[in-house]
């Protein structure tokens, strides 16, 4: 360039073979299709470098691959860079943008990702960037589909995890490629002919057996349901939230308290052979829906721990190292929170692990629920429940035994005639 402005032209000077001209449009073209030599240092070298001048060469040759690298690269370019000292007019090129261009990117956005078979989704394309007009191309789970509008509903009636990719395309052929995944949740088969449709109560053998000794954060995906040859607690239906929150709870309707004997039954109501990451949760020192302790229960073993969410972040607290899902059979599990923060969990009458953590202090309320997925529980029962206080030396003290609710004691009295306290019978 700076020959060019004595009257010597180099741009078109040939020796051997070997030319600028040649040079420049291999580099352009490595770019643009990213068939370029080597390493992906290469690439980026081609980038950072030689398109700083792609404006130039395209003043020069008039080529359309120079247009290409020049609006892929975007204005300005590096004049400085190039060319040291000289000052340069772009006024004395040929080629002309429309503002400052930029990389062409796509997107997709869709109606929903996650939901229970059948249903349709509708995938809709946009695009920043480039030039106009955009040309769509839409491949499901790798092959082409055939719809090229901005626009495209698909139907999916099979359990499993789906790719939906966009490959978008600009009037000067820049091209850009993202994806989206979906995924097709099972629908609650196990729910079996004779559900207890409107019913309340699941389980006439504890004090915690009906629907209605439970609040709930979305009423209407808690039923009771007919699985396994019983009535359960069911959870049939879990929109997954950000950030580990819970999707679903139950909350036991009674005091606080941060000392207590839990049993209960569990089963996913996931299919574990698609769903990787099937959990169900243990709900304790229950605040409010931004402050609360939960013990995970994954089929991968990595996600079982203990997680303390504060003002709506999560943390973990504890790791529990061991798989508290592996089949789709129920399974017992009692956990235990003791004086001074002590949590032990079991397992089919086999001990997990213990765990002590001055969060497990917290008093709150306490329950079930999930973060993503489908869930029965049945046979809850409280075998204890206190308040853990301190006295004024801060020495860890139990209160007096937290009196059930009212309702508890009416419909235990309704089935019992006699109940055992402490190693003897009281008659009633």
Request: hydrophobic fraction near 35%.
């Amino acid at each position: 360039e700076i020959a060019r402005h004595q009257g010597v032209d180099l741009y078109n000077y040939e020796s051997g073979g070997y030319s600028l001209h040649k040079v420049a449009l291999a580099h352009t073209n490595w770019y643009l299709q990213r068939n370029y030599p080597g390493s992906e240092a290469n690439y980026d070298q081609v980038k950072s470098g030689y398109l700083d001048v792609t404006e130039i060469w395209y003043s020069v040759w008039g080529e359309d691959a120079f247009k290409k690298g020049a609006v892929a690269k975007g204005r300005p370019a590096v004049d400085i860079f190039v060319l040291g000292p000289v000052t340069l007019s772009h006024g004395e090129r040929s080629l002309s943008f429309k503002g400052t261009p930029v990389s062409l990117r796509a997107n997709i956005s869709t109606s929903t990702s996650t939901r229970t078979i059948p249903f349709d989704v509708v995938f809709t394309a946009s695009v920043t960037g480039g030039t106009a007009p955009y040309a769509f191309e839409w491949f499901l789970d790798g092959s082409n589909s055939g719809f090229k509008a901005a626009t495209l509903t698909k139907k999916y009636d099979l359990v499993g995890a789906f790719t939906v990719k966009l490959v978008a395309t600009d009037k000067v052929g820049l091209k850009d490629t993202t994806s989206i995944s979906i995924n097709a949740l099972a629908p609650v088969t196990s729910i079996e002919t004779g559900s207890n449709n409107g019913a309340t109560r699941f389980s006439n053998d504890t004090m915690l057996g009906d629907l209605n000794d439970y609040e709930f954060i979305t009423q209407n995906r808690w039923k009771v349901v007919r699985n396994s040859g019983d009535d359960r607690m069911g959870l049939i239906e879990a929109i997954p939230t950000s950030n580990g929150l819970l999707a679903e709870g139950a909350l036991i309707k009674s005091n606080q308290m941060n000392n207590f004997d839990i049993s209960f039954d569990a089963k996913s109501g996931e299919s574990l052979s698609s769903n990787y990451s099937a959990d169900f949760v243990f709900i304790f020192a229950y605040q409010d829906s931004q402050n609360y302790i939960y013990l995970m229960a994954n089929q991968t073993e990595a996600y079982n721990a203990i997680y303390k969410v504060t003002k709506g972040f999560r943390t973990e607290v504890a790791r529990i190292g061991k798989q508290l899902i592996s089949d789709s059979l129920y399974h017992n599990y009692i956990i235990k929170c003791s004086i001074g923060g002590i949590i032990s969990i079991t397992m089919d009458s086999k001990s997990i692990g213990t765990f002590t953590k001055n969060e497990f202090t917290t008093a709150g309320r306490i329950g079930f629920g999930s973060l993503n997925d489908k869930v029965f529980f049945d046979n809850i029962t409280i075998k204890s429940a206190a308040l853990q206080v301190r006295g004024s030396d801060n020495t860890p003290k139990i209160s007096s035994q937290i009196k059930p609710p009212n309702w508890t004691v009416r419909k235990f009295l309704k089935k019992e005639r006699s109940i055992n306290v402490k190693g003897q019978s009281l008659q009633f």
